[in-house]
């Protein structure tokens, strides 16, 4: 009989075609390498599970997933054990490891607890996550008088030893998990009776009413009668759902192929229209305008950090960024050559005091700073001057002169079909500037330069690894820089 993991129901929750391709297919599923992000999600889990564990000192681990975690879950259960993480229960074709069971002394029940590396608790996924385990656990005869989310707390701010009982947030969720059960229950039924299936469901999956960023993993294998670039590539079609469903319900899938009166909004039009015209639409009077308010010289910014959940040194609050490189390329005007100015810290404290007195020294008290998504940098900015005192003015006078040169292109100045809909530096420099590219780094975007730098920062790389990933992280950061002073040259050219 088939064995549905937890985990499986949850893809199945996403995308039933998923799940099934997880199940029967998994050389397929896995084929493609985890990227750098899905990577730091997983190592984060382990860091904060760890961590929240040190909150029941009683609890005994078990390692074991497979029939002997099961024989000694039930043994623990039997001798009535305080604290179990990660006990094993297998029924009925369904499987869970549960993060914390805890066992009422003074009554046969139990607390369940489930554990992530969040800061609150998120009802569309969290919930059903514990319900299908309580359904299965109640499968056993074990009765609960409460059920709890535990992640982690936003408003603590490290100062000396972490504090746990500050750090974590555990909320009874017993009321909202009671209503779901018997809907989790049902689903689960049919979760299993889905994924038993020897063949490939027919059709396409869940995922073609979704915008690109909600596709699931097989998306690509599954419907192969979608265009790489199609309907779902429309900016924030996503939070258009009944605009996706009405052009995929009508068989559109190319932008070709939109009606000209269908309805979209300003900045999704202006994408359809330039990909129908193969052309770009440029306002040169506004662009114009627009740089005509900087002052120079121009300092072109951008940060490298680490978003670490636990917060690792004094002033930081859980997923706080922590700043560690920065690339300044420096013009002194439209007709001269930029100067470049860096930083990395690479050692194992905190970097902010050191970066703070580099990028004094570096950013004159006249001129622009520009740089790509301002409410990143200012927001690194503000947490800086709020750890750093003695940092407050001049990051708040930075602040002040900062423009966001993304502006340009989110106020749809430059719409070119090679940014299929996006504004991110990498989708407008390798259409503006395809002689420059980010293809060929050894780090190609931000998740990948976080995890590098956390390498040096953790002492988890030899002498010459560090090098090398030093070497990298510049090298990746200086093109950034670089990348908006060569947009900021092709707009000033117009």
């Not at 904060?48 to 000694?72: I, S, Y």
């Not at 608790?121 to 709890?148: I, W, Y």
Request: proline share 5%; aromatic share 10%.
């Amino acid at each position: 009989m088939l064995t549905i993991s937890k985990t499986d129901y949850m893809i199945y929750r996403e995308c039933r075609k998923d799940a099934w391709f997880k199940v029967h297919q998994p050389e397929l599923y896995f084929s493609k390498e985890l990227s750098e992000f899905a990577k730091a999600l997983i190592e984060t889990g382990n860091e904060v599970e760890l961590e929240a564990r040190k909150l029941f000192p009683d609890g005994v681990l078990l390692t074991d997933r497979k029939e002997a975690g099961r024989k000694e879950t039930q043994e623990h259960l039997q001798k009535g054990t305080p604290t179990l993480f990660q006990a094993v229960f297998s029924k009925d074709g369904f499987f869970a490891a549960v993060d914390v069971l805890q066992k009422n002394a003074d009554v046969n029940t139990y607390v369940i607890s489930e554990i992530k590396a969040t800061n609150e608790t998120k009802t569309k996924e969290h919930l059903p996550d514990l319900a299908f385990q309580v359904c299965l656990l109640q499968k056993f005869g074990l009765e609960f008088s409460r059920m709890n989310i535990i992640h982690l707390n936003n408003e603590y701010v490290r100062s000396g030893d972490l504090v746990l009982s500050q750090l974590f947030t555990i909320e009874d969720v017993t009321d909202q998990v009671l209503e779901l059960l018997p809907i989790v229950k049902l689903d689960m039924d049919q979760a299993l009776t889905y994924l038993s299936a020897e063949v490939e469901p027919a059709g396409a999956c869940d995922c073609v009413y979704k915008g690109r960023s909600g596709h699931c993993t097989m998306f690509r294998h599954i419907n192969t009668h979608i265009p790489e670039y199609s309907v779902h590539d429309i900016s924030r079609i996503g939070n258009s759902k009944k605009k996706l469903t009405d052009l995929i319900d009508s068989g559109v899938y190319t932008l070709d192929e939109i009606p000209v009166d269908f309805s979209l909004t300003d900045n999704q039009r202006n994408q359809v229209d330039v990909y129908k015209a193969g052309r770009a639409m440029v306002n040169p009077i506004s662009i114009a305008e627009e740089l005509d308010k900087l002052i120079y010289p121009l300092y072109f910014l951008d940060y490298e950090t680490y978003p670490c959940a636990v917060p690792r040194f004094d002033g930081f609050s859980p997923y706080n960024q922590i700043p560690f490189q920065y690339s300044l390329h420096i013009l002194e005007s439209p007709e001269a050559e930029p100067s470049h100015k860096d930083f990395l810290y690479e050692g194992t404290n905190d970097p902010s005091p050191d970066l703070f007195a580099a990028l004094s020294r570096d950013i004159g008290p006249v001129g622009s700073v520009l740089v790509w998504n301002k409410k990143f940098e200012q927001g690194i900015n503000q947490q800086l001057a709020s750890r750093l005192p003695a940092a407050a003015p001049f990051m708040s006078d930075v602040n002040s002169r900062v423009y966001d040169l993304m502006d340009i292109f989110t106020a749809q100045l430059y719409v070119h079909p090679g940014f299929k809909g996006k504004t991110s530096i990498k989708n407008v420099l390798p259409t503006l500037v395809p002689e420059l590219s980010y293809k060929e780094l050894n780090i190609k975007e931000g998740g990948t330069a976080s995890q590098r730098w956390n390498q040096i920062a953790t002492n988890r790389a030899t002498e010459a690894e560090k090098r090398q990933i030093v070497s990298d992280l510049k090298t990746y950061c200086g093109l950034d820089t670089y990348a908006m002073y060569v947009i900021w040259k092709h707009l000033y050219n117009l």
